[in-house]
């Protein structure tokens, strides 16, 4: 069964600082990779997504991830991180080629960004 | 203004009462998606349907039950039968129920069971 886990439950960072959350998955085919944010009262969004080509891919407001196949790895990072950012971050697994019939998506526990103005 | 709305935004509840959390989407969305968020347990798939009058179990589905009916609706019933109930609700829903389609969520319901 595919699984996510995200090692970093609570980070706190001082604006400025940069940011690397970690995100490993167990799957051993074909995956679709996504990062989703909630911001404090708001709507969980999509932060960026791969699904094939170039394994570093740029999302909204600057964040960045990168797909580590031999690692089965999907950190976010984002090099200059301000106190807007404080969110709730969730790293999400979706098995099967693009344009597949879905699996299911299935998300790690998340982790928690405040960052200290 | 397209998007997923979900309702009622707070839900209270008393023990053994049945009660059904509404989601409407009007993105034209094939496919429909309930999660269930815990604290520090992250969203976990309770169920979800690609198309209507079609619809699958998740990972946790012991408890809710779900309809289809139209394209637009998929609302959930959490029963008596569910032993813990109290948590927050997401529904969401993508263009197809394929593997790279992003999921978009509406804004939640959450249910307290006193």
């Known amino acids: 069964a595919q699984s996510v886990s995200q090692h970093n439950h609570h980070v706190i960072l001082s604006e400025a600082a940069s940011l690397e959350l970690g995100c490993n998955y167990s799957?051993?085919?074909?995956?679709?990779l996504f990062w989703y944010v909630q911001y404090p009262g708001q709507h969980l969004q999509l932060l960026l997504k791969?699904?094939?080509?170039?394994?570093l891919v740029k999302g909204i407001k600057g964040f960045e991830a990168e797909f580590i196949k031999s690692k089965f790895s999907f950190n976010l990072r984002k090099p200059s991180v301000q106190w807007s950012d404080t969110a709730e971050y969730f790293c999400a697994v979706n098995g099967g080629p693009a344009g597949g019939s879905q699996g299911n998506l299935i998300f790690g526990k998340g982790t928690k960004l405040s960052v200290k103005p | 203004d397209g998007g997923i709305t979900q309702s009622p935004k707070y839900l209270f509840r008393k023990e053994g009462q049945n009660v059904t959390l509404s989601c409407e989407q009007n993105l034209n969305h094939d496919a429909m998606y309930w999660y269930r968020q815990d604290p520090g347990q992250g969203l976990r798939l309770i169920y979800y349907?690609?198309?209507?009058?079609?619809?699958q179990k998740g990972d946790i589905a012991e408890g809710y039950s779900v309809s289809r009916e139209k394209k637009e609706s998929f609302p959930l019933t959490v029963t008596s039968a569910q032993k813990n109930p109290t948590a927050f609700y997401l529904c969401?829903?993508?263009?197809?129920?394929?593997?790279?389609?992003?999921?978009?969520f509406g804004p939640g319901t959450r249910l307290t069971v006193l």
């Open positions: 791969y699904f094939s080509g170039d394994p």
């Open positions: 969401a829903s993508s263009i197809r129920g394929l593997a790279d389609n992003e999921q978009f």
């Open positions: 799957y051993g085919g074909t995956v679709n």
């Open positions: 349907s690609q198309i209507v009058n079609d619809f």
